[in-house]
């Protein structure tokens, strides 16, 4: 357990319509990346969110964005669904620091674009 | 981009030695991972190196860094049925706010 939580577990939706994923962060935790998984494909970096400011993006367009709130929860939206967004979505919490290990990875939100 | 790349998969039996093998291209990483991810489950870190290290031993688990050729490896001893799962390999600039992953190796362990 990680302490990270991740809703909803699975989700169905239709080509052109938008989706919010929900992540509680570790208590204490400042800082929340969000990646999106291909099936069989590694983790791929969207951006990072520090003290409710993005801190941090990857090749996402920006049909893609997010949201932080103080009590560690966070958001990740998503407009104009394709079906190349089907993966599954994983938040990430750690304190603003370089150190390692004190990310934590959430059990993931499954995306079904149809 | 920067590319972070590993084989697929690999098998082995159980109480044998695995050893997973990584090779990534940024140059100016400073953090480099493993993470292993079981069915249905989100990433659970194991081990991590800085780029100034050339090795770090941690219970079953070794990781060993060749910084001049960018390549990583992961040796598991004594591997059991319950270590099958996917291994990621990352990496990592010093802020730590853009991690890149390779696409995994998925780890059979055959009794």
């Known amino acids: 357990e990680t302490g990270v939580t991740q809703s909803p577990t699975h989700l169905i939706k239709t080509r052109g319509q938008q989706v919010t994923l929900r992540c509680s962060s570790q208590?204490?935790?400042?800082?929340v990346s969000w990646y999106q998984q291909a099936l069989g494909q590694g983790p791929q970096f969207i951006f990072q969110?520090?003290?409710?400011?993005?801190?941090g993006r990857g090749n996402f367009p920006p049909r893609f964005s997010g949201l932080q709130f103080p009590n560690y929860s966070s958001e990740l939206n998503v407009n104009a669904l394709e079906l190349d967004d089907s993966a599954l979505y994983l938040c990430?919490?750690?304190?603003?620091?370089?150190?390692?290990?004190?990310?934590?990875f959430g059990p993931g939100t499954r995306l079904t674009v149809l | 981009g920067e590319d972070v790349e590993q084989s697929l998969f690999l098998s082995v039996r159980e109480g044998d030695s695995s050893v997973i093998n990584c090779t990534y291209t940024?140059?100016?990483?400073?953090?480099l991972y493993w993470y292993k991810q079981e069915p249905g489950a989100g990433l659970q870190l194991l081990t991590y190196?800085?780029?100034?290290?050339d090795m770090k031993q941690d219970q079953r688990l070794t990781v060993l860094l060749n910084k001049k050729d960018k390549h990583l490896s992961l040796r598991i001893a004594d591997t059991q049925t319950g270590d099958s799962a996917i291994y990621f390999c990352?990496?990592?600039?010093?802020?730590?706010?853009?991690?890149?992953f390779g696409a995994g190796t998925r780890l059979t362990v055959k009794p």
């Open positions: 990430a919490s750690s304190l603003a620091s370089p150190r390692a290990d004190t990310q934590y």
């Open positions: 969110y520090y003290r409710e400011e993005e801190n």
């Open positions: 190196i800085f780029s100034n290290m």
């Open positions: 208590s204490g935790h400042n800082t």
């Open positions: 940024d140059s100016s990483s400073t953090y």
């Open positions: 990352a990496e990592s600039g010093y802020n730590n706010n853009d991690m890149r």
